[in-house]
């Protein structure tokens, strides 16, 4: 399936307007960045990237894109010609799937001409916005639920293609499994899920029911208790599934005190293994308010799916710097008004000391590095035009999720609390 | 491409063990609807239906699909079997898509055998919430923009795939055109745009791009002038194009006042006909704010594919009836806690007084309907497993669109307000 329609309009007609001027195969760096965190956020988390590769793989214009832009008068016949024969030459480096990332950490560098790395403008955002807000997200879940079991299950509350990739990036942010099937098909996620309110209203009783669902699924089960009366289908649950019952699932009502009765009761009937897992539209500070209450384990839908208050995290695709007629690089940046942009190539580096970051250095253009030496963040992804195969499928989804763990470790302690902040360590810009 | 696996895995452990109690064909009705509007809202606009219908339609398990289940172990034989031969069967009705909803509105009644209705939850609520919650902030962009054009040129900020939804559903809400390519081609969507700064700093001057654009695109183009000072860029502009150029488009700035300026050094030039975009991070405050100003048309990116502080609606699916083994339809609904429900076919008819909407009035199970009449809001959208042909493709989201805008013009006029409110009209439930 081409994803090269996926694009807005503009991104081609420029395109057109470059031949015309001859220069669109002129050498061109573009940068992405956010000019700053969502309000009150102390890090953001990158995620996307490993699916982009396989979006970018699969940017062709093929017979049918062509006719139906020849047909809407979209580009002229030699734009078309040039679009017929794309694939994308030119080289990606950028920060590594579940990496950290600050206010100006150029988290992926397209290098190339400027036509074959315009038109990835919009596919490159729509993949690295949406991800790394929800990865971002969810990363506060899981510091919240203090190593306790996260799941996603808000598949329901986002687009159904959207979903998957919300699936994938809560993974990389350290939930544990999700709902989605097509999330654990596509890139290996545990996928997990018993009942719904539904099944216990289809049976005459909620007994029927749940010896049903015993009867298929086993003991170690979750059964879902509230859909009448909570200490009464708890008492039910354990009779008909024996102290051996996996899980209750609780999703509604006032839940720290309810979480904290179900247990004593659970207790109290023998059932001291059953574990409780809690779903009610739960978000990061309402998991941080359930610390106290023996939860075993955490459903997330709405909030997770939609970045927790901040749907899109604002990154940005811009030209920092080409190739002038005599080879030499020229930076470049927009200078008016408040959008104004940092030229020039960068490399950024993560300053540790005894392994904790304290600031989030770029160097500019030729500047020299930091003296105290730190972490390089970028790494190749796509060596002329063909993507680094480590970062894709369920492989790269795994190494992201352990690389996000290393480098949330590398924080300084406070950077991990909820309340509102400034962004853990500051963006020191060296130029020369 | 089949949407099957788009799915949480309980709804699959769900038929799993109704077919263990031999219940998965029992006769069942569910609903879709929302508790509550976002927060202040006084209405919701109806989206996703006429994509919903194709969604169905490719919801087939094929051997792909059932093997990774079996693989994966998600469900017993006798239930893949099942799911190999699933094709909905099944009737379904809805609000008109379009059409303007508020708290409890049934806005999808899905009656079939238990089975085959449930496992379509997951992916007529992904559709539903996303898709509705642009169309629902689009809408008041619509009213705030007082006629004035706005395009949707968001799909950066949305995960690819669901960029051509919220496209879709800006346009059914009354937007013009949009950025994103594939709308264009899959919903016969018109589009538009021209250039970004990065074309301007590919060249040496923002004389020469101008240029080259007006060369390729011509005159009636639409020139971007902010990247470095815009009154420097207008004189630029209109020396390159003529008087005849078609717009000018302002991304940064103080817009209220730039705009104005803008506009009188145009008039200055004689460029009385060149029309003025503008396109910064605007919101429907920001687009009412700007009623003064003489802006021609607005761009509207992050806030539309984000449904402007609610990018899901909360919509759900719910089990309401089902046919006992007499025959009789049973109402159901969950009893505990806050979330409880309201069982019963429900039957929603709009109460109208002069033209003017006064009540969402929902007749539940065998009630009598409302002595003053109304506008029955229930229409076929599936009969027995054949969607309805009239609410799919670029045909149905053109009549959405034209639905849109008559259901719209019959709310009382502070329906229209952009202050938060309670919802425009009571929603009113008469039972027998």
New interface residues.
């Given amino acids: ?1 081409s ?1 090269a ?10 395109i ?6 001859g ?1 669109h195969e ?1 050498e ?1 760096v ?1 940068e992405v960045f956010g000019r700053r965190l969502p309000d009150g956020r102390r890090y953001g988390i990158v995620a996307g990237t490993g699916r982009l590769l396989d ?1 970018i793989d699969d940017f062709r214009f093929g017979t049918e ?1 062509v006719d ?2 020849r047909e ?1 008068g ?1 580009v ?1 016949d030699a734009t078309l010609a040039w679009l017929a024969d794309y694939r994308f030459t030119g080289t990606i480096s950028g920060y590594r799937e579940g990496e950290v990332y600050f206010p100006g950490s150029p988290i992926l560098v397209v290098q190339g001409g ?1 036509a074959e790395c ?1 038109v990835l ?3 490159i ?3 690295l ?3 790394s807000a929800v990865a971002s997200a969810a990363a506060r879940m899981v510091s919240a639920a203090d190593g306790r079991p996260l799941a996603e ?1 808000g ?12 699936t994938r990036a809560a993974y990389i942010a350290g939930f544990s499994a999700s ?4 999330a ?2 596509e890139w290996g996620i545990p ?9 216990t ?3 005459e009783s909620e007994e ?2 749940f ?3 015993v ?3 086993g003991t170690g089960t979750t059964l879902l208790v ?5 200490t009464a289908a708890v008492d039910l649950a354990v009779r008909v599934a024996g102290t051996g019952l996996g899980a209750v699932r609780i ?3 006032d839940l720290p005190s309810q979480v904290a009765a179900v247990r004593a009761q659970l207790d109290g009937l023998g059932a001291t293994a059953t574990k409780i897992k809690v779903t009610n539209d739960l978000d990061e500070y309402t998991i941080a308010a359930l610390r106290a209450a023996p939860v075993d384990s955490y459903g997330v839908g ?1 909030s997770v ?3 927790s208050g901040f ?2 995290v ?1 990154l940005v ?3 920092v710097a ?1 190739r002038a007629d005599d080879r030499g690089w020229v930076a ?8 104004a942009g940092i030229g020039g190539r960068k490399h950024p580096v993560r300053v540790l000391v005894d392994g904790v970051a304290v600031s989030e250095t770029i160097v500019v253009g030729d500047a020299a590095p930091p003296a105290d030496g730190g972490r390089a963040l970028l790494v190749p992804l796509v060596i002329e035009g063909t993507p680094v195969a480590e970062h894709r499928g369920a492989t790269g989804t795994r190494l992201a999720r352990q690389h996000r763990a290393r480098a949330v470790a590398e924080l300084p302690r406070d950077a991990l609390r909820l309340s509102k902040g400034e962004a853990a360590i500051p963006t020191v810009y060296l130029t020369s």
């Fill in positions: 399936m994803t329609l996926l694009t807005d309009r503009y991104e081609l007609t420029m057109d307007a470059a031949i015309r001027s220069l002129r061109c573009f979006l894109e139906w832009l809407n979209v002229s400027f315009v403008e919009t596919l955002l729509s993949a916005n949406y991800d299950m598949s329901r509350r986002a687009n159904e293609q959207a979903a998957v990739a919300a709902s989605n099937l097509e654990g098909r996928t997990m899920g018993t009942a719904a309110h539904a099944f209203l289809l049976h029927e029911a010896r049903a669902q009867a298929a699924l509230d859909t009448y009366d909570v999703d509604s009502g709405t799916v939609t970045g749907p899109a604002g695709y811009k030209l080409h470049v940046a927009k200078t008016s008004t408040a959008k």
